[in-house]
């Protein structure tokens, strides 16, 4: 194999798949990354078994095409040092050549029989989603999985498709989001799975090249996406996903419209006196007043108040304040509506008819991690 490149977009592509690798893996062979050229195409390619990436870059000449497994990690680290603006990668004799007018380096290469086969995208039973639609719904769902490891059912992101509608979902037991969106579906697919949190970020920092619309396949172990660099691949989580729909609450007879801005700068500032062990902010709603108090065991105490637009019964609930701000940070209007019923009963934010969060309160007085 012999390539030149432009090294600032091959810098770009090392970047994007060098976050599949895990250094933690057994495996060295899965440490390596796979460089195909043909048709003055080059493709990078990596994987950890569980979720796999293809980046195709249009910028190549190649002079002897070929395929080579190298460490990621030794070729990824030659570039981004990389001070031409272009690079030349010849293979000879399973040895990686990179070299210019002062600088040489040579790096031993694996047998490509050794690497995985990664998935091919067949063009076939697939939806057609906006790129924007796609990232937005992820975002807006992704933050209450991030830190959940496990691979129960509903500890990843439950994606459906249904006539024209899309639509995400994640819960942890102590709050939930659920967003829907219309789409394009002229073949009339079905499609329903649970995607792993790190399927989900990875195929966020994929979405990250803009393109109008991209494509997504599922089948019974996985999801495939699409855009016009990129392939992404994912193991799903088995199991059928929880009927939380029988969890929300739709008897909600109090309401109330918050700014975005002022609710979540009162928020952080009833929280500072919380602690890891003790996150428990009390909400009074009374009389067009919102009063947020917090009393930490030696620690101290914060109330903070605002006005808002509130005539109904006072009502008085807790919360935990990292939910309410993690929330608050992926939402993009200046007002959002919340939902409450009683201190028994989950509060529900809404932001359109297409998103909502439902937050389950804590105890009053009452120690919670």
Not at 41 to 46: A, F, I, K, R
Not at 83 to 108: A, G, H, M
Not at 116 to 123: A, K, L, Q, S
């Amino acid at each position: 194999m012999k390539v030149t490149c432009d090294s600032n977009i091959l810098k770009k592509g090392f970047h994007l798949v060098e976050t599949v690798i895990s250094s933690s893996n057994l495996k060295p062979i899965l440490q390596n990354v796979k460089i195909s050229a043909y048709d003055n195409s080059l493709e990078l390619s990596t994987t950890d078994l569980e979720v796999s990436i293809t980046y195709r870059m249009d910028c190549t000449e190649v002079l002897e095409p070929g395929t080579i497994i190298c460490s990621e990690n030794k070729i990824a680290s030659i570039i981004k040092e990389w001070d031409n603006n272009t690079i030349e990668i010849i293979e000879n004799e399973k040895v990686c050549e990179i070299s210019c007018k002062d600088d040489y380096f040579k790096i031993l290469c694996a047998d490509p029989e050794e690497f995985p086969v990664i998935p091919d995208f067949t063009d076939e039973n697939y939806v057609e989603i906006e790129n924007r639609v796609f990232a937005s719904m992820i975002r807006k769902t992704m933050f209450i999985a991030l830190g959940d490891r496990t691979k129960t059912a509903s500890s990843g992101i439950f994606f459906d498709i249904s006539n024209d509608q899309a639509k995400m979902v994640a819960n942890d037991g102590r709050r939930l989001a659920e967003i829907k969106k219309k789409i394009n579906n002229p073949r009339g697919l079905t499609i329903s799975c649970i995607i792993p949190t790190k399927g989900v970020s990875q195929i966020l920092k994929i979405l990250s090249d803009q393109e109008e619309v991209i494509r997504i396949k599922v089948d019974e172990k996985r999801i495939l996406v699409k855009t016009k660099s990129s392939t992404f691949c994912s193991q799903l989580i088995d199991g059928r996903y929880p009927d939380y729909e029988k969890i929300i609450p739709s008897d909600m007879n109090k309401a109330v419209t918050l700014n975005r801005s002022e609710f979540s700068t009162a928020v952080r500032k009833g929280a500072i006196m919380t602690i890891e062990d003790y996150k428990l902010l009390c909400f009074k709603f009374f009389n067009n007043i919102l009063e947020l108090t917090c009393s930490t065991p030696d620690v101290g105490e914060s109330k903070v108040t605002m006005a808002i637009e509130y005539r109904d019964e006072e009502l008085e609930i807790g919360f935990n304040p990292d939910y309410i701000l993690d929330f608050m940070r992926v939402v993009d209007t200046d007002h959002v509506l919340f939902e409450l019923r009683d201190n028994k009963t989950a509060g529900i934010f809404k932001v359109g008819d297409d998103y909502q969060y439902m937050i389950m309160p804590l105890k009053l007085r009452e120690m919670k991690n």
